[in-house]
């Protein structure tokens, strides 16, 4: 462990559970490092994801956004390409794009696209799965919608999908951000998860969740 981060785990009580103000509070308070860091929400969740009937999967909105530039590629034709580019798409275009991922190129960070191209798009099912980039309805990244689909994520929606261990990583903004807009998002992902408790579950849904920076110490929450 580096100094700055030795600096920063001597601020917190290893003993405690904080409220997300006190949480947020102390964060901002950690030594900085030499780039802006994600604030990252981390939560080990009692469920057991190989039961279908235990998934926690969705979306979220973050009010303040992410604080990252997301490069969004649209793959569509006729009316929709005009759409998806005064909605803000950063590429735009049609089977070209299909052929020129196949080479191997992957200079995006979201695909999407609409409902009749999907039979077009699942091609790259062996490319781009694995990678997460795989558009489907329930990512919001299949939409007859475009206009709203690629504002939405450019305002900093995004997706959060339970691992084999039962736990979940989210993004909720930039160290950088102020402490009342960080408190504003952190409040929309936990109220997300919350929301997203499925039924069959018995017991403690949330077992622990943690915030940290991408560079710092883990802080323990009390939800």
Sequence with gaps: MGK???KAQEKIDQNKAYKIEEAVKLLKDFPSAKFDETVELNFHLGVNPKYSEQQVRGTVLLPHGTGKTIRILVITQGDNLKKAKEAGADLIGGKEYIEKIMNGWLDFDVLMTTPEMMKEVAKLGKILGSRGLMPSPKKGT??????KAVKDIKRGRIEYRVDKGGNLHLIAGKK??????????L????SAILQARPPAIKGK????????TA???GIKLSI
Excluded: Q, T
Excluded at 142 to 147: A, F, G, H, R
Excluded at 176 to 185: E, I, T
């Design 4 to 6: 700055r981060f030795k």
């Design 205 to 212: 849904y949330i077992k622990k969740a943690v915030l940290s």
């Design 187 to 190: 409040k929309e992902i936990i």
């Design 176 to 185: 950088s951000f102020d402490s009342d807009k960080l408190l504003a998002n």
């Design 142 to 147: 299949v939409s007859p919608n475009l206009d």
């Design 215 to 217: 560079m710092g110490p």
